[in-house]
């Protein structure tokens, strides 16, 4: 390969003489309405880009995410940016139509401004002018770009089918989730629990005939607010938390001691808290108020755009990789090359794909992108184009700086 400054240097001016096309792709792809198993229009979009910029391969996945390749050297890189939003509700009040990708003052507006289209426009310009500057022989890696879909009800789903039924297997993962040009090297986990009491029904004028199954559950809620309060914090990612979310009862009618109850728990996880750690701590909230109630985690099912059925459990691994790791060296280092980026690390308060891939499947993945991650599903999403530039340099730069990280290990 040619000098390691030359090819960046080249890659670097590259993208910025690009930066209007790489301003109409961003909004483009935010004009495309992509709800989460309606993305067809947007994914054909991306596949077509991918084949004009020269990718060697542009497909949809049996799931229905977009995969494009760039290269065949023997370091596998995956980029993936979750191309699928939540949706704009009826109440939200936007300054700008949220489909419009109305641009001001430098800046653009609408659903996906932050939560992630502006990844997959800097993924599919580094890789236009990766293949403009390089050529394939001397390309020292293999790069997927993958646009995966349903992220938003299913994080780390659409990376672990590609992993499990497409063959891809990447040594290294990066995420285009907003880090607001910081790398973040992890994620709090989550999971969801259900706990169910059964009663006895009875007539509410001889409630003494009932056993009431709201009342079995209510020692559980209060130790459960307990709990939250006593959770420790571990750094980097803070402390964890618990949270009802839902009471549901069931009765023969509303004159009537009812003889279910369930409550539905939001579960945040920080460092050594994971499954098994969780529902015994709830299993000793249980036995401790002496009641019998049944725990246990739903399971949640989808059917993609392409008509394909999944299922998931939810339960999503917390996930850290450590600061002098190769990979969130490389990205630091990249990061410094990158004019107006500095080299700071972080993590995500919030749930990513990163579920699956460092969190099952171990694979190290780190994350790197324009936007603030707390306007992520709000009305506010707006991105400085200057920073989805710097993105896009960076995604140009970093595959060739991790493989010189990994080749110096
Ligand atoms: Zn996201």
Known sequence: MENM????????????????????????L???????????????????????????????????????RIGNGPIKILFDAHIDTVKVTESEEWQYPPFGGKIVD?????????????AMAGFLMAGKIIKQHVGNETLPFTLYVVGSVFEEDFEGYPLMHLVKNEGITPDFVLLGEPTDLRVYRGQRGRMEINIETVGRSAHGAHNDQGINAIYKMTPVI????????????????????????????????????????????????????DQESV????????????????????????????GTKFEQEAYFPTWIIEEDHPLVQAGLKT?????????????????TNGVATAGQLGIPTIGFAPGKEELSHSSREELELDDLLKAAQFYALFPFQLCEATKDK
């Open 279 to 306: 529902l015994k701590e709830l299993q000793e909230i249980v036995n401790k108020t002496g009641i019998d109630a049944n725990i246990s985690i739903p399971r949640y099912s989808g059917v993609s755009w392409k």
């Open 5 to 28: 400054n030359t090819i960046q240097n080249a890659l670097l001016s590259g993208i910025a003489s690009q930066q209007l096309e790489l301003n109409q792709l961003i909004q483009r």
């Open 222 to 273: 209060a130790e459960i607010e307990k709990l939250d309060r006593q959770l420790p914090a571990k750094e980097p990612l803070g402390k964890g938390s618990i949270t009802v979310t839902q009471i549901i009862s069931r009765a023969p009618s509303l004159c009537s001691v009812p003889d279910y109850a369930q409550i539905h728990i939001d579960r945040r996880l920080t460092l050594d808290e």
């Open 106 to 118: 430098n800046k653009i507006y609408g659903r996906g401004a932050v939560d992630e289209k502006p």
């Open 30 to 68: 935010i004009q495309i309405r992509s709800y989460s198993g309606e993305e067809q229009e947007i994914v054909e979009y991306i596949i077509k880009k991918m084949k004009d910029f020269g990718f060697d391969e542009a497909y949809s996945d049996g799931l229905g995410s977009a995969v494009g």
């Open 335 to 351: 990061a410094e090359k990158v004019p107006g980026t500095s080299a700071k690390s972080g993590a995500w308060a919030f749930s």
